[in-house]
């Protein structure tokens, strides 16, 4: 291996544990804990090395929220691979996608409320990001003729239902019913569209 290779390894080694330490101290006591700062003493690197790996703290942030892409990915396919029904699979992804913002609450945050730059619907979209909405679409596609319109609201509808649930404003016990419902309205869309097409 040469000199240049292992400089390389060593620098994304760092990048990895910033990234590693930052999701665990979010995870613990929440992202307002996540600084700079704070990560330069927990991971006893100098401020200045972390400020050459990541322009500031919300580059960390979109950092993590990569690594929770790919995590949502995998869990979605999982999810939906689980039956060979159409709707099931339908509502096997919301049912792993809910469990997911339930399980990562610090991870779903980066992912989806805190600010960072990551960009979504746009041709420089992280492929992360598309890998996870083509899971979505996927699962929505049997069922209708604008898939990205379709998988666009039903991510809508689930992260909404993921926000509602983790702040205590809807009833958890119910979930398989709200899912039933979101899972029936676009089965019933797609219906809808291929008796008027």
């Known amino acids: 291996m040469g000199i240049a290779e292992r400089k390389g390894r060593a620098r994304a080694e760092r990048e990895q544990?910033?990234?590693?330490?930052?999701?665990?101290?979010?995870?613990?006591?929440?992202?307002?804990?996540?600084?700079?700062?704070?990560?330069?003493?927990?991971?006893?690197?100098?401020q200045p090395v972390l400020y050459s790996h990541f322009e500031?703290?919300?580059?960390?942030?979109?950092?993590?929220a990569?690594?929770?892409?790919?995590?949502?990915t995998a869990a979605l396919q999982d999810?939906?691979?689980?039956?060979?029904?159409?709707a099931k699979a339908l509502e096997n992804a919301a049912m792993a996608y809910l469990s997911f913002a339930r399980k990562h609450p610090a991870l779903y945050d980066a992912m989806f409320t805190l600010q960072t730059s990551l960009r979504f619907a746009e041709p420089e979209t992280e492929l992360e990001l598309k890998a996870a909405f083509k899971?979505?679409?996927?699962?929505?596609?049997?069922?209708?003729?604008?898939?990205?319109?379709?998988?666009?609201t039903f991510w809508?509808?689930?992260?909404?239902?993921?926000?509602?649930?983790?702040?205590?404003?809807?009833?958890?016990?119910?979930?398989?019913?709200?899912?039933a419902l979101v899972v029936r309205a676009i089965v019933a869309s797609g219906k809808c569209t291929s008796a008027r097409g």
């Open 17 to 46: 544990k910033i990234i590693t330490v930052a999701r665990l101290i979010a995870e613990r006591e929440g992202w307002d804990a996540v600084t700079i700062r704070r990560l330069a003493e927990e991971i006893e690197y100098s």
């Open 56 to 64: 500031n703290r919300d580059a960390i942030v979109a950092a993590v």
């Open 66 to 72: 990569v690594e929770g892409f790919k995590e949502i």
């Open 79 to 86: 999810a939906a691979s689980g039956s060979t029904d159409r």
């Open 135 to 152: 899971v979505l679409a996927a699962v929505v596609a049997p069922f209708c003729v604008n898939v990205a319109v379709v998988a666009e």
């Open 156 to 179: 809508a509808a689930l992260h909404g239902l993921a926000a509602l649930e983790r702040s205590g404003r809807i009833r958890p016990n119910v979930r398989s019913e709200r899912i």
